[in-house]
């Protein structure tokens, strides 16, 4: 059994002349562990398939299940349940909570998880130790997002969403953040759904979904993988 099973998932948005299909017919297997990439330009539907697997959103009819849990079956409380124990969640924008420290931000995510990893050794395996009684407003774009990253996985969830995690940061620090997404999945064995438009991506992950106007276009399981450190584009 698949670890998180997409089954027919449709989703539109508008009424009349501004109807668009968001999704249409969205099937995916997605094996425990894996890192999972979701390639296509904007508005290929790709963040709306995310926050559906994240519970943000709702599809119109189909299913998502992980570890046989259906999502559409479960109330507002055990949806929140849900996103606290199976998800974390990464986004271009940080959204760090701009008067607590580094170290406090993570907290923020360890008190969400009932198996909370340790938060000075997980600082350590992000690289900011350096930093944990900084602000965010003192901190680089890369510190701000390995601190997004840590309040995201400090909790040890199944799933780590990550929605364009290197869009706002350069070349050389967009690497480094895909190789901590890489040890992360090799450490704590988190299966990993990154979205991107960037193809390069593509070649680090385990599965790749390449989409284009709200349809999987086509898919395919790399043999072999490029380490993070290693891409180029």
Known sequence: M???????????????????DALSDINMDIEKG?????????????STLLNIIG??????????????EKIEDMNEKKLTQYRRKHLGYVFQMYNLIPNLTVRENIEVGAYLGKNALNVDEL??????????????SQLSGGQQQRTSIGRAIVKNPDILLC?????AL??????EILKLIEDINKKYGSTI????HNDAIKNMADKVYKLRDGKIVSEYTNESKTPAAELEW
Not at 34 to 46: A, C, E, H, R, T
Not at 193 to 196: K, L
């Open 2 to 20: 698949s670890f998180v099973k997409i089954k027919d998932i449709n989703k539109h948005f508008g009424q009349g002349d501004s109807y668009v």
């Open 34 to 46: 894996q890192i999972i990439v979701l390639l296509g330009p904007s508005g290929s539907g790709k």
């Open 55 to 68: 519970g943000i959103e709702d599809a119109d009819s189909g299913y998502i299940a992980i570890d046989g």
């Open 123 to 136: 600082m350590d395996t992000l690289g900011i130790s350096g930093q944990k009684n900084k602000i965010p």
């Open 163 to 167: 929605d364009e995690p290197t869009g």
């Open 170 to 175: 350069d070349y050389v620090t967009s690497k």
């Open 193 to 196: 759904i990154i979205v991107t």
